[in-house]
């Protein structure tokens, strides 16, 4: 600890971009984060596998009362696979350099994003006026801890949505809004599936 | 060096002990002498690896050890060596593992002759229940469970009339040579009912009904223990296991009171008797569980002469233990917490005719010498 | 995606002031030691509470502590021990230090993400602690926080307690995915030109596939914690099913206990070898390093790491054994679990016979290496009782468990804490520890613990139940009760001689004899930075480039008995000292 702590940089120039071969500089950088997303999506899938598999344990107690799934939960699906495709409009957008169509499909992604946001509460309210509360019965509350999990990894995916958002307007190289757009648009789809899972599982299984 | 001659200690130290050892198994009272073979089967087969590995590792050391000059051999690998351990590894798995599942498949087998004998856990006593002459043990549901029907037994069940209910606190009796299957449920968390000399466990998981079987192969009394962590007084949670000839199970099983003698007998109580029922509410909510009385010290105080004494709260203050402080003791325990107690008693709410009956059987139990008005520890500070 | 995003915010530059360079830093090397003095931090809180029990085993009339106290700190003392000592220390501390070097980067793929890794898991911790000055203390259902017991009133710390414990694990869990997320990245995208996979040093196979675990097997213990926070506060009946507990009706109904054990074990077993498969690693390279041995059987080594990951995520259920699941599981994973013994046994035939026809110097941290061995051959063997079903069930929840899984992944990983401490310290510092507090340590340490434990088994044997606070049983032997006596004895002279290690640690950090940059002789990356200790970036102007295995000692024919992994080959001709992924490399002489 007393190098460490006595250390001084002024005895050596370290340049991290001085080597072409290692990760940094855009290119390295890109595939690094390409792989670090994909790496991120073994646990939510194995989060979201757990769910379900808990699920499927847990419906076969004699207190199972199958919970109506209200109608909002179609327009929610609706809305979500309409953001995903707003997304993958952008990232072909952005493959091709056209920041116009990128700046359209972003925005569309987020508007459809928040709608089904909203329209998944909305499913919530409803429920909660017809007495479907949380803890009356598990498959009410499978749904409410199933669409909650996932809403809040949508609503962390808008926070990396806006910083693409500001990339863009905020007049970033093209490499790394493609980058951003890229990752984005993978982490979507994935929730997508995620949601069809889940959706499937709550409609079918129950 | 030194390494060497403290690991070939270690070695002769080990196998020394295990021929020495004054802790070893009880002697066995159930029919599994399976259990008890396979231990020492995987004795004698690990304990030879054991001692094969760390000799060679002396050895290594003693021959290989640095002194100058010395040069390692460069040496990757070698396939054939690595089959070789890989095969005889498989052979020594396979030799524990073969006997171990077919002896296992007994154990999950319970045979058709089996008596049935219900267990229920509770914090942190064992009930029983035996099934009467209709051979089936009544229906049962946390809904019906009362102080007068501490397991829950449905009163409307045929099946469940002539069920005999030992209370928590009583002995579980079982007559010899006669396979048992313990069908066991839990009233509140998972508990495990184990009798170390019948070798075979199991937990009782609260919400579901668990079992396992064995023989009892000899007559005497056992120490029946819970060995699945349940909270504050599961080191307490114990019961005793009576093993008799079978005449005499017969006799001690026809002195019980069936549940529906018990139902009707509970029609005549008398009312007045509050410190009897105080009594069986405290045995049946487990408020014995951390309160003694007799005067010892456990998880809450103890109730014996507690009734009028001045009692130290945990602000130094004092109050004296009337009717209104136990009952909000009871109510509310952590409003006046007694001073060096820890805060573990939950609240309870008792209707008004049982906490009467409550502060009534506290109020009973006086030693002698605190009836006597001028005993120091009640009075000094009045 | 967040971190993602902004990691490019972060580029590499020079650290300006101490509080970015060793507060806020994105160094993986200060990162390392933050997670480091932080896990052992913790670690003595737990070292001090499982004193606090011995005392009161061994001692039962001293009356220091209450039974509500000692669930308490049986608790804290596991959960410490496995999650936030054990966990964070071989992938925030070992795993953050030597990934980057050992594989040749400048730093891990995400700094940003790799800071936000420590300040959670440092919040996580203060957490923990928090939950000693909550109402009623911290949660005392043991580290497997079983429901209902673990939220109902007979359990120490039922409201407060479980609450703040389970919180601080979600935000464990979110540091140990970020932190993992990195190691694996990095593990698969910074290896500089010429680390091929299979020349990577057991060291960093081990921490790799435990994080790449890790990001599967949390997910389960996240899950479990959310379900049961709901159970906790909100009335939901996941794990809950309809009790009365002292004396009360919960609005609780027909939730499942078992899902719980099942989800707790999804996560616990893989747990267990999280804190494993690194400490093979590191020892292997200690073995072979302080043999002066190529390790025996790289290949087997390697695919025994990953065999052994995979089949942990198949094993679970033999946890449960006496759980009341059903019982034809017990097959399944009876077979499951005596499988995975094989690769475990085939990497301990490989340690020993690293050391056959070695040079071995029996350095301090050679002595932890061998302690090591010693420790896990006789934990892993104990685990072959209680994995075989049939010896399980009377064995299940008495101190025979005890005794195997704190030999197993207690006591064993942490010698190799030790031994990789004082093997890596001199790369961390510049400075050599001292070597007499070493041995002196050392075998205080491993004999001390083998005294404890090996008996311990014994005590398991006659019936003696876990997590009992006091044995007032007839078929109890007082004998039985003077062994915890005198087990209680040797473990707080264990306990008090960690000091010797921590005033070996400071004393040499400031007062050691200089080092130099590989005072082992080693051949691995990390030994041949251009300075010691690294400086930020690592490697100077240039990244070394690999051209052979991390295994080249004794190589014949070379002049010194090392080859650094760096240097080149000498010519197709001369087939000694390649890797062993090369054509023709069998070796063997």
Redesign the interface.
């Given at each position: 600890?007393?190098?460490?702590v006595k250390?001084d940089?002024s005895?050596?120039?370290?340049?991290?971009?001085?080597?072409g071969?290692?990760?940094?500089g855009p290119a390295?950088?890109g595939?690094?984060?390409m792989?670090?997303?994909l790496?991120?999506l073994?646990?939510?899938a194995?989060?979201f596998a757990?769910?379900i598999s808990?699920y499927m344990?847990?419906r076969h107690?004699?207190?199972?009362q199958p919970i109506p799934l209200p109608w909002q939960v179609w327009l929610s699906t609706v809305l979500l696979v309409g953001s995903s495709i707003a997304f993958e409009v952008a990232r072909r957008a952005a493959a091709l350099g056209h920041i116009h169509d990128i700046r359209r499909g972003l925005l569309g992604t987020g508007v459809l994003a928040v709608a089904f946001l909203g329209s998944q509460l909305w499913a919530w309210f409803h429920l909660q006026e017809q007495g479907y509360y949380?803890?009356a019965n598990?498959a009410n509350?499978f749904f409410y801890?199933m669409s909650g999990?996932h809403g809040l990894h949508l609503i962390?995916?808008l926070?990396?949505w806006s910083?693409?958002r500001s990339?863009l307007t905020g007049g970033a190289d093209v490499a790394?809004v493609q980058l951003?757009v890229q990752?984005?648009a993978i982490?979507w789809h994935f929730l997508l599936v995620v949601w069809l899972l889940l959706f499937g599982v709550l409609f079918w299984v129950s | 060096m030194v390494l060497a001659i403290i690991l070939t200690i270690i070695v002769i130290g080990s196998v020394a002990f295990h021929l020495l050892t004054p802790w070893t198994l009880t002697e066995l009272g159930s029919n599994w002498q399976s259990m008890d073979a396979m231990l020492h089967i995987s004795f004698a087969i690990t304990g030879v690896v054991f001692v094969a590995v760390t000799l060679f590792m002396v050895l290594a050391i003693v021959r290989y050890r640095h002194r100058p000059g010395r040069k390692a051999q460069y040496s990757p690998d070698s396939r054939r060596l690595e089959l070789w351990l890989l095969g005889l590894t498989t052979v020594g798995i396979v030799a524990l593992l073969a006997p171990g599942l077919v002896y296992y498949y007994d154990f999950t087998r319970t045979p058709d002759d089996a008596m049935r004998v219900e267990v229920v856990g509770e914090q942190w006593r064992f009930a029983f229940r035996y099934p009467g002459e209709s051979g089936q043990l009544g229906r049962t549901s946390i809904e019906h469970v009362t102080s007068d029907n501490p397991l829950g037994l449905d009163p409307g069940d045929p099946a469940s009339q002539d069920d005999i209910v030992i209370p928590a606190g009583g002995d579980l009796h079982l007559p010899v040579d006669q396979p048992v299957e313990l069908v066991m449920r839990a009233r509140d968390v998972i508990h495990s009912f184990f009798v170390p000399e019948f070798r075979a466990k199991m937990d009782m998981v609260p919400g579901m009904v668990t079992s396992f079987w064995f023989t009892p192969t000899r007559t005497g009394t056992f120490e029946a223990l819970c060995a699945q962590h349940c909270g504050v007084g599961h080191y307490n949670m114990s019961a005793t296991v009576n093993v008799m000839e079978r005449e005499a199970f017969e006799d001690w099983l026809g002195e019980q009171q069936t549940f529906g003698e018990h139902l009707a007998a509970l029609g005549d109580r008398d009312e007045d008797d509050e410190v009897s029922w105080g009594r069986e509410l405290a045995t049946s909510e487990g408020c014995m569980a951390c309160h003694s009385d007799d005067g010892s010290r456990d998880v809450g105080p103890t109730w014996l002469n507690l009734y009028g004494r001045e009692v130290t709260l945990e602000d130094d203050s004092t109050v004296v233990a009337d009717e209104e402080y136990i009952r909000r003791s009871i109510t509310d325990p952590r409003a006046q917490l007694t001073k060096g107690y820890p805060p573990a008693m939950p609240a309870y709410d008792f209707d008004d005719d049982e906490l009467d009956a409550l502060v009534a059987y506290i109020r009973s139990l006086q030693d002698d010498e605190n009836n006597n008005p001028d005993a120091p520890d009640t009075n000094a500070e009045r | 995606m967040v971190t993602v995003a902004s990691a490019d915010a972060h580029e590499h530059h020079e650290p300006q002031s101490f509080i970015t360079k060793y507060v806020w830093s994105q160094d993986h090397k200060v990162i390392a030691i933050q997670y480091s003095l932080t896990a052992i931090a913790v670690g003595l809180v737990a070292l001090v509470l499982s004193g606090l029990m011995r005392i009161q085993l061994g001692f039962p009339d001293s009356g220091l502590v209450d039974a509500s106290s000692y669930y308490q700190f049986m608790t804290l003392h596991g959960m410490i021990m496995v999650i936030y000592l054990l966990t964070a220390l071989f992938l925030g501390g070992f795993g953050n230090y030597l990934i980057p070097l050992m594989v040749g980067a400048r730093d891990m793929v995400f700094p940003y993400l790799n800071m936000l890794s420590y300040w959670f898991y440092l919040v996580s911790v203060l957490v923990l602690m928090a939950s000693f000055f909550v109402p009623d203390g911290p949660t005392g259902a043991g580290w497997t926080l079983y429901p209902p017991q673990a939220i109902t009133g007979g359990t120490p710390g039922a409201d407060w307690g479980i609450l703040t414990m389970l919180l601080s694990l979600a935000i464990f869990i979110v540091a140990a995915t970020m932190g993992s997320l990195n190691y694996v990245t990095t593990v698969l995208q910074a290896r500089t030109k010429g680390m091929t996979l299979m020349r990577m040093p057991l060291t960093v196979w081990g921490i790799f596939v435990a994080s790449i675990m890790a990001l599967l097997a949390f997910p389960a213990l996240f899950v479990a914690a959310v379900m049961m926070m709901l159970d906790a506060t909100m009335g939901t009946s996941f794990f809950m099913p309809a009790i009365i507990a002292m004396g009360q009706q919960l609005p609780h109904e027909g939730g499942s206990p078992l899902l719980f054990q099942h989800l707790f074990w999804f996560f616990g077993h893989p747990e267990v070898y999280i804190v494993a498969l690194p400490a093979f690693g590191l020892v292997s390279d200690l073995i072979s390093t302080h043999a002066r041995k190529n390790i025996f059987g790289y290949h087997m080594m390697v695919w025994a790491i990953v065999i052994i990951g995979g089949l942990s995520f198949f094993v679970w259920a033999h946890h449960m054994y006496v759980s009341g699941m059903n019982l034809s599981f017990g097959f399944f994973f009876a077979i499951s679990t005596l499988v995975i013994a094989v690769p475990t046994a085939i990497k301990v035939y490989n340690w020993i016979l690293t050391l056959w026809k070695g040079d071995i110097h029996l350095t301090v941290p050679m002595l932890y290496a061998i302690g090591f061995v010693v420790t896990f051959v006789v934990g892993g063997l104990t685990g072959l009782f209680l994995g075989n079903v049939i010896v399980d069930i009377p064995l299940a929840d008495t101190y025979f468990v005890v005794a195997h899984f704190h030999m197993v992944m207690g006591v064993a990983p942490i010698l190799v804490v030790f031994g990789g401490i004082h093997h890596w310290f001199p790369k961390v510092t510049g400075r050599m520890m001292n070597d007499t507090l070493g041995r002196l340590h050392f075998w205080i340490t491993f004999l001390g613990t083998y005294v404890i434990f090996f008996p311990m088994h014994y005590l398991g044997v006659l019936g003696m139940p876990r997590r009992y606070f006091d044995y007032d049983y007839e078929f109890i032997p007082q004998s039985a009760l003077d062994l915890n006596t005198f087990i209680t004895i040797v473990a707080l002279v264990v306990a008090a001689a960690q000091i010797l290690f921590l005033y070996n640690m400071i004393w040499s950090a400031f007062r050691g004899r200089p080092s130099g940059g590989n005072p082992w002789g080693a051949t691995s990356l990390e030994w041949q930075t251009p300075q010691t200790p690294p400086g930020h970036g690592n490697w100077g102007p240039a990244v070394p480039e690999v051209h052979r295995w991390a295994y080249d000692y004794n190589v014949p024919g070379a002049s010194a008995d090392f080859v650094p992994q760096t240097e080149p080959q000498r010519g197709p001709s001369q087939g000694h000292g390649h890797g062993p992924e090369q054509p023709g490399e069998k070796g063997h002489s």
């Open positions: 600890m007393s190098h460490w250390y940089p005895r050596g120039t370290l340049d991290p971009d001085g080597d071969r290692s990760w940094q390295g950088r595939r690094a984060a792989r670090g997303l790496i991120f073994l646990p939510l194995s989060m757990l769910v808990a344990m847990r107690v004699g207190d199972w949380l803890a598990p509350s801890l999990l962390a995916g926070v990396a910083k693409t990339a790394s951003y990752l984005c982490y | - | -």
